[in-house]
């Protein structure tokens, strides 16, 4: 069975920093873009941010210049260091991976269970 274990959210002041961990385990052949994702009630979950394997990125502008990902491709984990946070960066934030788990040939998308960011003061 795959899961993907999210950690790291919290309560933080505006301007202050945060790192979200995710680490997608189980009986996993491969994994091909990973990224984190959030949403807020009411609206509809958004992109924050994506890798590739090979270490290729994309960002939402609202995050750009202040969030980056980055991956661990032998321990499966992706991380999300988000600093100059603000409260519009208030959400659930979950972690997504497109992988081939053990005894399947295809590529599925999985989610995390999500881990609450709350920015204020």
């Known amino acids: 069975q795959v899961q993907l274990v999210e950690s790291g959210g919290g309560l933080v002041q505006p301007g202050g920093s945060l790192r979200l961990s995710c680490a997608a385990t189980?009986?996993?052949?491969?994994?091909?873009?990973m990224g984190w994702y959030r949403q807020v009630p009411g609206k509809t979950r958004e992109l924050v941010a994506t890798?590739?394997?090979?270490?290729?990125?994309t960002y939402a502008d609202s995050v750009k210049g202040r969030f980056t990902i980055s991956r661990d491709n032998a321990k499966n984990t992706v991380y999300l260091q988000m600093n100059s946070l603000k409260p519009e960066d208030t959400a659930v934030y979950y972690c997504?991976?497109?992988?081939?788990?053990?005894?399947?040939?295809?590529?599925?998308?999985?989610w995390g269970q999500g881990t609450q960011v709350t920015v204020s003061s």
């Open positions: 997504n991976a497109v992988l081939i788990r053990s005894g399947s040939y295809r590529w599925d998308n999985y």
């Open positions: 890798i590739t394997r090979s270490g290729s990125t």
């Open positions: 189980g009986s996993i052949v491969s994994i091909d873009d």
